[in-house]
């Protein structure tokens, strides 16, 4: 079964700072969808980037953009210029086919 | 353009008694699913359907029924909930079960006592 690990709990960053959430994924598929989710208090889950594993190229959604490795399967998430309401959890995920699978999350504060 | 509307919101249940939590979104999505999220353990699927009349069980199906008589309904079912089911519940959709995004509701905090 695929599986998807964020290994960061919890994370920090000052405002207008850079951080990187990480997330890795076991899969023998070739063929599959990677996600972030980020859910603010309000518990809504709303979708911050996808990015297909058959493109070589990284996505990117305005302040947020994302480091694949295919061969390392890693998935990492990056935000810049952070800002207050980009505190939240954030959800990596895998699709492939069939059932969406999250990771753990981790829990982002933003410094003021 | 609702989404995907769940019902209700918040819930509390005595151990051994019943309900059913609502899903119904209008995008004319094939594919609906049933999570739960716990502190620590991200979201994990507990049932899943591809289509009108077509079930199937995800990670944590244990103490779970569901149906999907129709396209837009796929109501969860809690026969005899237990404590170790309080959590928020979150029902999703996409037009296919290829790799689409996940349209999600705002889910449902239900506590059992």
């Known amino acids: 079964a695929q599986t998807v690990t964020q290994s960061q709990p919890e994370m920090s960053v000052q405002e207008a700072e850079t951080v990187t959430l990480s997330c890795t994924y076991d899969?023998?598929?070739?063929?599959?969808?990677l996600f972030w989710y980020k859910q603010p208090p309000s518990r809504q889950m709303i979708l911050v980037i996808r990015?297909?594993?058959?493109?070589?190229q990284n996505a990117t959604e305005n302040r947020f953009s994302v480091n694949f490795q295919k061969a390392a399967k890693s998935f990492s998430l990056k935000i810049s210029d952070s800002q207050l309401g980009d505190a939240a959890m954030y959800f990596c995920?895998?699709?492939?086919?069939?059932?969406?699978?999250f990771g753990a999350g981790t829990r982002l504060t933003v410094k003021p | 353009n609702a989404g995907v509307t769940q019902t209700p919101k918040f819930q509390v249940l005595k151990t051994g008694q019943s309900m059913t939590l609502q899903c119904a979104q209008d995008?004319?999505?094939?594919?609906m699913s049933w999570y739960r999220q716990d502190p620590g353990m991200g979201l994990r699927l507990i049932h899943y359907?591809?289509?009108?009349?077509?079930?199937d069980q995800g990670e944590v199906p244990n103490g779970y029924n569901v149906s999907r008589s129709t396209t837009e309904d796929f109501p969860l079912r809690l026969l005899s909930a237990a404590p170790s089911q309080t959590s928020v519940y979150f029902c999703?959709?996409?037009?296919?079960?290829?790799?689409?995004?996940?349209?999600f509701g705002s889910g449902t905090q239900l506590s059992v006592l």
């Open positions: 995008m004319n999505h094939e594919y």
């Open positions: 359907s591809v289509g009108a009349g077509i079930t």
């Open positions: 999703a959709s996409s037009h296919s079960v290829t790799n689409e995004k996940l349209f």
């Open positions: 995920a895998y699709r492939s086919a069939g059932d969406m699978r």
């Open positions: 899969t023998s598929e070739s063929d599959y969808y």
């Open positions: 990015q297909e594993a058959y493109k070589q």
